[in-house]
């Protein structure tokens, strides 16, 4: 921090700044607040900054500690990169940064904003106190009924169980509509139904990006790739530079094999955003459907480093790996997708997968009946199930599967 920024702010303004930083030993404080002119803003502003730099200072160490894992096993430089993951968290005293971060929220309790990102705080460090999921729910819900239009709040609770009699405070209010299709798209519960709901709000309102990219994603993962292409090919058309789910778009061409429109949007986006996840996405599936998989990976594994939470880039990853014959970095990269969305049926799919594979077929018959769990209607899952089961000599399991596989066939 400059010195003359400071002392051309108020005597108590320049205190509080120089206390909340000595909490806080970390890079990121001082890079947020170096870009804006400290006199021009509030004590309330800099304690969201503040909060927010301990939530960057989280993320960065998961993220380290996500590299580690899956460097640890496609590589052997194990002992240098848990040496910088043991430097980075050295650095912050979290137990007393945790105090003020408390101290901070009972200041300023009656902000939507503060109260968000301290809820977000507690829930990136996971503490395994009694009901220590519930404060963060209770945060979540006063950031809501402070500002209902806070949309990051909203995002949040639809990843968290909230009892019933709270679900009812909040259908009462303007964005619940959206929330409910959040968590039911996250939990995989009413889909037909979220389904139903979408396509008619797409009917009201033709051109809202947001409910088009959400209506595609869902028919994309109902494996439905040729309407959800249409979709966002249209949403495309209507906003050339919005990249909001252009990465599910170049997964549907790629399935379509569509080398000529991937070839095209691959290359529209490397040259207009490189550096988002989205674009590294596009460009794996680009160089993927050309048979380019070392390529391919190198994408994929970007996408990953940039959005470690992207549970789509973590499976096109481990297919690619799987491609170079690669199956312990493979699996790495699936327990990764697990971390980041355990509600997503081709996780546990692919690692039974990969365990058929390599001839590991009880393995595949625990992961595959997990994936069974949530999505007990996918055929796929049911054949693979079977053929594995053939395989271990449980000719009685394996028909039962074939049954189901025929009374859905005739279901549709």
């Not at 940064?97 to 968000?116: P, W, Y």
């Not at 709040?153 to 009462?172: G, N, R, T, V």
């Not at 389904?195 to 494996?223: C, E, M």
Request: glycine share 2%; net charge neutral; charged share 25%.
């Amino acid at each position: 921090m400059k010195q003359e920024h400071l002392s051309s702010q108020p005597r108590s303004k320049s205190l509080f700044l120089r206390r909340v930083k000595s909490y806080f030993d970390a890079n990121e404080f001082e890079r947020v607040i170096d870009i804006i002119e400290p006199s021009s803003i509030l004590e309330k502003e800099i304690a969201s900054m503040w909060l927010l730099s301990g939530i960057l200072c989280l993320q960065k160490s998961r993220q380290d500690s996500t590299r580690f894992q899956f460097t640890s096993a496609s590589s052997t430089s194990k002992s240098k990169t848990s040496q910088a993951i043991n430097k980075d968290n050295a650095s912050v005293d979290w137990a007393r940064f945790e105090e003020h971060a408390a101290s901070l929220h009972s200041k300023f309790s009656n902000d939507s904003i503060i109260c968000f990102l301290y809820a977000l705080l507690l829930r990136l460090r996971e503490s395994s106190s009694p009901g220590g999921f519930d404060h963060v729910q209770d945060l979540l819900v006063t950031a809501i009924n402070l500002n209902q239009h806070n949309w990051a709040a909203w995002l949040e609770l639809s990843c968290l169980s909230i009892p019933a009699h709270i679900d009812d405070q909040l259908k009462l209010m303007e964005l619940y509509q959206y929330y409910s299709i959040e968590k039911s798209t996250r939990e995989k519960s009413s889909l037909n139904e979220t389904l139903a709901t979408l396509r008619n709000l797409r009917n009201q309102f033709p051109d809202w990006n947001y409910i088009s990219v959400k209506l595609g994603t869902l028919l994309h993962d109902q494996r439905e790739f040729k309407e959800s292409a249409t979709i966002f090919a249209a949403s495309r058309n209507r906003d050339k530079f919005s990249i909001a789910g252009m990465d599910v778009y170049s997964n549907c061409l790629y399935v379509n094999e569509q080398l000529s429109d991937l070839s095209d949007l691959a290359h529209f986006w490397i040259s207009t955003n490189p550096n988002a996840c989205e674009t590294n996405v596009i460009g794996g599936n680009y160089f993927s459907l050309k048979s380019d998989h070392e390529k391919a990976s190198l994408f994929f594994k970007r996408a990953t480093v940039i959005d470690p939470k992207n549970t789509n880039a973590w499976l096109l990853l481990g297919h690619e790996l799987i491609e170079l014959r690669n199956p312990s970095a493979a699996l790495a990269a699936y327990k990764s997708a697990i971390e980041s969305d355990s509600n997503d049926p081709r996780c546990w799919y692919s690692i039974g997968q990969l365990f058929e594979l390599i001839n590991q077929h009880a393995f595949a018959v625990y992961y595959h009946n997990k994936a069974l769990e949530i999505d007990a209607t996918d055929s796929r899952i049911l054949r693979a199930l079977s053929s594995c089961y053939e395989k271990l000599g449980r000719s009685d399991e394996a028909s039962k599967c074939d049954k189901k596989v025929s009374e859905f066939i005739k279901g549709l």
